[in-house]
């Protein structure tokens, strides 16, 4: 969610219904419980937060904002440190600071359960932080809203009090999810499926640049190149469709 767009609490009929339903919710949570502007400036973090709870609804995000997600903090390393892209360093951090604000919120045990049952709560908030903050140093480098940034930071640095507020209002959101159409759920299982048929499609380019290197004959050569391309082109035609990462690699 990089542009931050207001919702015009007096006209719900302007804005998405869901996102009117949502930022009202957490603007009745913050009435009673940390409210906002008490601390910091941080009417631009409702907002952002408002675009977290909302991506999984969205079939053109939903890819996104799995597709970087580990558990593992290994795993997250090494995304980051084969991408070349700042920008791609950013979103690796921005989407699993996002997941765990999202998860610890509304689904904590889901968080501290199976592969994520090694790290304690507290833990999982430390992971929270660290990743916003990240985000923060590599947003700094790169060309996206500057006013992203300077929210990363605020949501690093009161993580838990956003966790809470999200914890306290799920209810809301559950309800708000029970409202989704079954085409919405099966928006949402297509875009997961995607993911991992670009997996599989990555494999089979591996698999055919080792029988490239190995190839004797120009027309053998000549078919591996062609089955690579073609398994590229249905690699970003799958981007395209879902809303993937859109950088002009084969790999993040």
Not at 210 to 224: H, M, Q, V
Request: glycine share 4%; with cysteine; charged share 30%.
């Amino acid at each position: 969610m990089e542009n931050l767009v207001y919702t015009d609490l007096n006209d719900p009929h302007e804005s998405n219904p869901a996102s009117y339903f949502l930022i009202s919710s957490l603007l009745k949570e913050r009435m009673s419980s940390f409210p906002s502007n008490s601390v910091i400036f941080d009417e631009d973090v409702n907002v952002y937060i408002t675009g977290v709870l909302l991506d999984p609804m969205r079939s053109r995000n939903s890819g996104r904002f799995l597709q970087y997600v580990s558990p593992y903090d290994s795993d997250v390393f090494e995304r980051i440190a084969r991408s070349k892209s700042y920008r791609t360093r950013f979103d690796i951090c921005r989407v699993n600071a996002d997941f765990l604000l999202f998860m610890l919120g509304l689904f904590p045990e889901g968080v501290c359960g199976g592969d994520f049952l090694s790290k304690s709560f507290e833990a999982q908030v430390q992971r929270g932080k660290s990743y916003y903050q990240m985000a923060v140093n590599f947003g700094e480098r790169t060309s996206v809203n500057p006013a992203v940034p300077e929210v990363m930071q605020k949501l690093s640095t009161y993580f838990k009090e956003y966790r809470d507020l999200l914890f306290d209002m799920r209810g809301d959101y559950l309800n708000l999810l029970e409202r989704m159409t079954e085409h919405d759920f099966a928006a949402l299982q297509e875009s997961m499926d995607a993911i991992g048929e670009i997996d599989d499609l990555k494999k089979r380019i591996d698999a055919n640049l080792e029988a490239l290197t190995a190839a004797e004959s120009t027309e053998e050569k000549r078919r591996i190149t062609a089955g690579i391309s073609r398994l590229s082109a249905r690699i970003e035609e799958l981007k395209r469709k879902y809303g993937l990462d859109q950088d002009n690699t084969l790999y993040h």
